[in-house]
Nanobody, 125 residues
Framework: VQLQESGGGLVQAGGSLRLSCTAS????????MGWFRQAPGKEREGVAY??????????LYADSVKGRFTISRDSGKNTLYLQMNSLKPEDTAMYYC?????????????????WGQGTQVTVSS
């Protein structure tokens, strides 16, 4: 199984970025997916979650990103996305995508089976 993130970079405050996570080696549509981030010296935290493909897709967000970030998935392309708008310096972190099958606390790091290697997002003030 491989999850590969891309799309990170340096952006000014107020700007936008779209992260992508391409999955291989698993039946992507069957997995619940999350985006996490980790800033230097801080714990990894959940940013957004999307349920497995099918009817009744559920999207959940950390309070700190609600209204600014949007998670989506394209099962035909085995790809997960995170559209990030109105970026703030405090959004600076390494961003990771993760996959799981368990239906439990979406932001629990330990519940995810597979992780990507991350993509750096830096927001300048």
């Amino acid at each position: 199984v491989q999850l590969q993130e891309s799309g990170g970079g340096l952006v000014q405050a107020g700007g936008s970025l779209r992260l992508s996570c391409t999955a291989s080696g698993l039946t992507f549509r069957d997995y619940r997916m999350g985006w996490f981030r980790q800033a230097p010296g801080k714990e990894r935290e959940g940013v957004a979650y999307i349920s497995a493909s099918g009817s009744g897709i559920i999207q959940l967000y950390a309070d700190s990103v609600k209204g600014r970030f949007t998670i989506s998935r394209d099962s035909g392309k085995n790809t997960l996305y995170l559209q990030m708008n109105s970026l703030k310096p405090e959004d600076t972190a390494m961003y990771y995508c993760a996959a799981k099958t368990q239906d439990n606390n979406w932001s629990e790091v330990g519940s995810y089976m597979y992780w990507g290697q991350g993509t750096q997002v830096t927001v300048s003030s």
